[in-house]
């Protein structure tokens, strides 16, 4: 490479670095709810017969919403419209989700009546056709009858809640009413001035949601006709100081000019949260020194420098996260430590081909320059490394698109990953690596590059190479049998659908003292709930998680009370909710989403490869999905969104590693060699075999780490992956490779058509 090239790459290079390094410096993370702790409430808003619930509307509605949690005294609440009718409430902090679903998703039309006198029977609250209605009287248990409204919440100004020291009558809720709402005050008040005392007459009646919240009556020193000037008054009704706040909040909110309905629901402690960071930044740190170990006793000096470059990732990739805003959830973390696997991946591809190239250069010649094998070997590794990124970049994409709440994390981290892994290992690398190489102490000591031999494995590959296309039928029999054995735990054991997928309530509680798994079942049992799933994890099972059909406050409460009788006082640590309706629609994404990545990664093999190459591959990676799926049906272990990022992630990792086996094989034919195309198979798995397994090893150190200290959620979620990390080597060596000898024997790929013979001119010229 001529060294002004050198050095442009040099200072781009140096530049990225600083600049990442100074947005990790300067710059905090955007934390998810489930890394700080709070609550998630998905909110639906719902046609009326005067109202469509169009985008319009929803933004009207957002905004009423808005007033109502900067009511709640919330730090950094997050509200933001989803498609055409749905809300995303997000509450730092909140760990009582019933309050803030009370709160923030009633009706709440304030109402201001004269009271005409009391009632014998109420029609059911609803206002007759002149406007009148009957209400419970809150302070004498009758009913009163309420003239139409005087007034509506749109005329107050607005509502505080306030401790009266004075008066003695405990929280109250200030009102200051707009101009000509303070008109219609004085007026409503200056004729129920004229009534003699004690005359229900005398009351104007507050309504909140057909319920009468105050009907006090006009003081004596109010004169008749004038009524109380100053565009204020109070509410009061013996509240508790939460009760004021939260009617303030809905009363200065205004009404929703649609209802709501509640979709989602989540909560969880800032406990969880900070133990999830620490264990994902722990098995990150583990992770990161066991590849970069493994990698440096590989390719020592190479190695050492990927290690490097490995580290500089970490940085890029955080810094991109952070600089982009985007919120880092617990899945993310997981495809942020993740993605440390998928960046050991180019290095390898490079440095295997790299000993590949030195050694056909011979060894004077590449010691002389031992830049010139590296060099190739960077330019032969980029259609493979382009290749399995842009397979895995494809089941990123399709989780951003179709997955909800935090598992969206995971693919804005995965997809930020992958696009800094390339720019480490195709640039930082290789920078590194070129510099390294041209020491004269370097070149006097071949050994040290890593380059000098071709390693234990392809030595022993090279001496007697695998027979394994001849025996293809026994391979699909294998392959046959475990799917078999996987389809049948699908059937008799059930996949074990999260709350996401079929509706309910998944509440994990922390005790306070170790509970049995039967015991806090059969607590559960007794409180009415059977067939609630109830797991005890955890510290000798202080981790109670239940799994309910039913979605009600009054349904978790009863369980809260009956997990307490068993096992001393519980605290809730996690709390999700999902309407049917909603699980109905994320099973419908869930399956879309994995339909489109079979389909995306077949159009795009189909694209770089011929058809029977991109069959045998997208083949080979349906059969490790069926297999991840028959695995958690035999565990019964839940599939959720998380789940379905684990399963994404296996599609892009099993095509990625059926893609580099594959294209070595295509470049084995292009050779022009006329050995059968069993032998070239048999070839190119020998080839490839030691960056398989050497990528393989770098991705089982992460996930490993993460399945001991992730916790639960995230336990799933390695097992899940390691699952598919472990089928996908396999399957690209017994399935993909088989089927693709199998499909081109059937399908040959046509012959190229001789060139025209050329001719020439009379004047000798080549026409």
Sequence with gaps: MPPTAVLRR???????????????????????????GGTRIVLETQDTPALRADAEATDRALEVLRKRVDGLGVAEPSLARAGENRIVVELPGLRDPREAAEVIGRTAQLTVHAVTGTAAAAPGGRPAA?????????????LLALAAPALTGDGVKSADAVLDTTGGRGWTVDLAFRDGAAADWARLTGEAACAPAGDPARRVAIVLDDRIVSAPAVQAGVTCGAGIAGGSTQITGGFSAEEARDLAALVEGGALPLPVTTLEQSTVGPTLGADAIRASALAAVIGLACTGVFVIVVYRLLGLLATVALLLYG???YAAVVALGATLTLPGLAGFVLAVGIAVDANVLVFERAREEYAALGRTTAVRDPRRPLATAFAKAWSAVADSNVTTLLAAGLLFAFAT???KGFGVTLALGVLASMVTAMVITRLLADAALALPAVRR????????GLGRLRTRLARRAPRLMVHRRRWYTVSTALLLVALAGIGVRGVQLGVEFTGGRDVQYAATRPVAADAARAAVAAAG???????????????????VAETDDSAQRRITEALTKTAGPVTVERDDLVGPSLGGELRTHALLALGLAVAAQLAYLSIRFRWTYAAAAVVAMAQDVLLVVGLFAWLGKPVDSVFLAALLTVVGYSVNDSVVVLDRLREIRRTGTRLPLADLADRAVAQTLPRTVNTGMGALFVLAALAVLGGD??????????????????????????????????APKPPARPAK???SDPTGAVV
Excluded: I, K, N, Y
């Design 315 to 317: 940085l890029l990739s």
């Design 445 to 452: 000591r071949p050994a040290l590059t890593g380059m000098a």
């Design 757 to 759: 013979p050329r001719t």
């Design 130 to 142: 002149d406007g009148s209605r009957v209400l419970a009287d809150p302070d004498g248990g009758g």
């Design 405 to 407: 709440g935090p598992v």
């Design 713 to 746: 959620t995230l336990t799933d979620f390695s097992v899940a992956l390691l699952a598919g990390v472990v089928l996908g080597m396999a399957s690209t060596v017994f399935t993909a490779l088989p089927l693709t000898v199998t499909l081109e024997s059937r």
């Design 529 to 547: 709930f059977p067939d609630a799933v109830v797991q005890a994890t955890g510290d000798g099972g202080r981790d109670v998680t239940v799994r």
């Design 10 to 36: 040099a200072l781009l290079a140096l530049a990225v670095v600083a600049l990442a390094l100074w947005t990790a410096l300067t710059t905090q993370p955007r934390l998810g709810l489930d890394l700080r």
